[in-house]
């Protein structure tokens, strides 16, 4: 475990799987993050490369051979990232591409994760490479997970979500086995807040293709704001958690998982990104504290 703070806050990041495990207020004592109670749910904030959610079968092909990859992909759980920069605000990973990460997915991949605290705001930065001689396919997300409801006077049904903007969307509709259905459901209309309840995720996330916001809030209805991720590199949401678990995921995603009527060809898989050989991105959230 390796820890950074601020004025304000105290943050530790797992070298596991590269995993944020505490956003800490110095002031108040609160502790912010999910803290992995097995009964609902392990995570914490997994880091999801190279795809996010589940493939079809737990497999894909490309150009004529079949992979099986995990739900999440290669980072979450990994005893192999490894710390290679740090200081009093911020943690520098990496993990890399090796003759075993390529019997699961074919591409040379370098994946650093910076975590940058700045008073109240812990920036996430994902820099990849593309470090083979062909272009590479691949697709990022973040997980983290909220203690909801922060206090013993408060229940779940106190919180809502709040975006910036007025936005009308629909859900996606997701099976049994975590695809992606063909339908979806009516969610949002000219609406800037989803009130959270005990049984909004009895049928898996919550997924959000077309918000014009790029920034959610997390209100409490007797505190008010309590904390913002803002998400301006990435064009998915989603929001989790196990049904009547006293936590909520916030999950920017570049990517999403595939639809149940897919080929599993992965060149043709919706939300992929492309990197020339040699070439490298980078694509950032936040964690903002409110109070």
Not at 178 to 184: F, H, R, V
């Amino acid at each position: 475990m390796h820890q950074i703070e601020s004025s304000d806050l105290r943050i530790q990041v797992n070298s596991i799987g590269m995993e944020l495990s505490s956003i800490h207020s110095k002031n108040s004592n609160q502790e912010y993050l999910w803290q992995g109670n097995p009964d609902y749910w392990a995570g914490q904030a997994p880091v999801l490369f190279p795809i996010v959610g589940a493939l079809k079968k737990g497999q894909m092909t490309y150009r004529g051979i079949t992979y099986s990859l995990e739900k999440h992909g290669l980072v979450r759980n990994s005893l192999k990232p490894k710390l290679i920069a740090s200081g009093k605000n911020f943690l520098r990973f990496a993990l890399s591409w090796d003759e075993e990460s390529l019997i699961a997915y074919p591409f040379k991949f370098r994946l650093e994760i910076e975590f940058l605290l700045d008073r109240k705001t812990l920036q996430v930065k994902h820099h990849i490479s593309n470090e083979g001689e062909d272009f590479m396919l691949y697709s990022i997300g973040g997980h983290p997970a909220f203690n909801c409801p922060l206090h013993s006077d408060e229940k779940y049904e106190d919180y809502y979500l709040e975006f910036p903007e007025d936005e009308t969307d629909a859900t996606c509709m997701i099976e049994p086995n975590g695809l992606i259905g063909l339908g979806s459901i009516p969610m949002l209309n000219q609406s800037k807040t989803i009130p959270l309840h005990s049984h909004l995720f009895d049928d898996d996330a919550l997924v959000f293709k077309n918000l014009i916001s790029r920034k959610v809030a997390l209100v409490s209805q007797k505190r008010g704001p309590i904390l913002a991720v803002e998400y301006q590199d990435f064009n998915y949401l989603g929001i989790w958690a196990k049904p009547s678990a006293p936590f909520v995921c916030i999950e920017p995603w570049l990517g999403i998982a595939d639809s149940v009527d897919t080929n599993q060809n992965f060149e043709e898989k919706e939300g992929l990104l492309k990197l020339a050989p040699g070439e490298s991105d980078q694509k950032n959230y936040s964690i903002t504290i409110l109070e």
